[in-house]
């Protein structure tokens, strides 16, 4: 029954970890988008113009990379980046309930389980990789 009980909080944990992490990542993309379309100069290049927004919504426009514009835009609150941390937290939660499940499968000594969560966190970690080369 122990381990039942323990089995039930690890599920508990993981479940809230995925269902915060969305939630989490929905308000930034929300205020994030209620403060580009409030301010309008937190896109595009000519200060959030309409042509701006045309050229990003096809394509046509860049689109910042870096940690550094990300840290930039979020210590001034702009939109774009808080966006994109909301996106970067809606990414990053299913990493998370991986690790927490490699964590609860080590606990738990199984050890079968624990190396198909490193394997499937290893796959997810190299699919990034390749996909940002």
């Given at each position: 029954?122990?381990?039942r009980?323990?089995?039930?909080s ?5 479940s809230?970890?995925l269902?915060?992490?969305v939630?989490c990542?929905l308000f930034?993309?929300?205020l ?10 937190d ?5 959030g ?7 990003l ?7 910042p ?8 835009g979020?210590?001034?609150l ?8 909301g996106l970067?937290?809606l ?10 499940s490699?964590?609860?499968?080590t606990?738990h ?15 997810v970690?190299l699919?990034?990789?390749?996909g940002?080369?």
């Amino acid at each position: 029954m122990n381990d039942r009980h323990s089995e039930l909080s690890t599920e508990l944990v993981i479940s809230e970890i995925l269902r915060w992490g969305v939630r989490c990542s929905l308000f930034l993309i929300v205020l994030g988008s209620v403060l580009c379309f409030v301010r309008g100069v937190d896109y595009g290049s000519s200060g959030g113009t309409a042509d701006d927004l045309y050229s990003l919504i096809n394509g046509e426009g860049s689109f910042p990379h870096s940690l550094a514009w990300l840290a930039n835009g979020l210590l001034h609150l702009q939109g774009a980046a808080i966006i994109v941390a909301g996106l970067g937290l809606l990414i990053s939660t299913p990493l998370m309930r991986v690790s927490a499940s490699i964590a609860a499968f080590t606990l738990h000594k199984d050890r079968a389980f624990a190396l198909i969560s490193v394997i499937v966190f290893t796959l997810v970690i190299l699919s990034f990789a390749i996909g940002a080369a």
